[in-house]
C-alpha cells in the first residue's frame, strides 16, 4: 500500500504564510514527480505546484500555477519522500482544500501510476 499524508493546512490571515508537508510511505520504489494540488468550493480541482526527482544539486524542475508564482515554493526532500509547499503572502483565494499528488512505481513490473493525499485545508481570511 502508499499513502500520502498532508500536514500544515490551518486558518491563516491574509497576507500570513503556511508551509504544508506531504510524506509519501510504503511500497515504493522511485517517485517521478510531487506536487499539490487544490480544490475551492464549487471549483474544479486545480494545478497549484509540482516538481520532478532531481539530483542532490539540480532539486528537480518545478512548475507553477500562474496564480502562486512568486507566492509559494515547491521543494522536495528525495531521501524522505516528502514534498513542502511554503505559502507567503496568502490570499482569501488560496482558501481551498490542497491535496498532495505523487507519481511513483512501486516496483519493476508495473509502470508509474499517480496517487493522492486526503487533502488539507487552508483557510485564509480577509
Known amino acids: 500500500q502508499v499513502q500520502l499524508v498532508e500536514s500544515g493546512g490551518e486558518l491563516v490571515q491574509a497576507g500570513g504564510s503556511l508551509r504544508l508537508s506531504c510524506a509519501a510511505s510504503g511500497s515504493i520504489l522511485s517517485i517521478n514527480v510531487m506536487g499539490w494540488y487544490r480544490q475551492a468550493p464549487g471549483k474544479q480541482r486545480e494545478l497549484v505546484a509540482t516538481i520532478t526527482s532531481g539530483g542532490s544539486t539540480s532539486g528537480g524542475s518545478t512548475i507553477y500555477a500562474d496564480s502562486v508564482k512568486g507566492r509559494f515554493t515547491i521543494s522536495r526532500d528525495g531521501a524522505k519522500n516528502t514534498v513542502y509547499l511554503q505559502m507567503n503572502s496568502l490570499k482569501p483565494e488560496d482558501t481551498a482544500v490542497y491535496y498532495c499528488?505523487?507519481?511513483?512505481?512501486?516496483?519493476?513490473?508495473?509502470?508509474?501510476?499517480?496517487?493522492w493525499g486526503q487533502g488539507t485545508q487552508v483557510t485564509v481570511s480577509s
Open positions: 499528488y505523487a507519481r511513483l512505481r512501486r516496483d519493476y513490473i508495473r509502470g508509474y501510476y499517480d496517487f
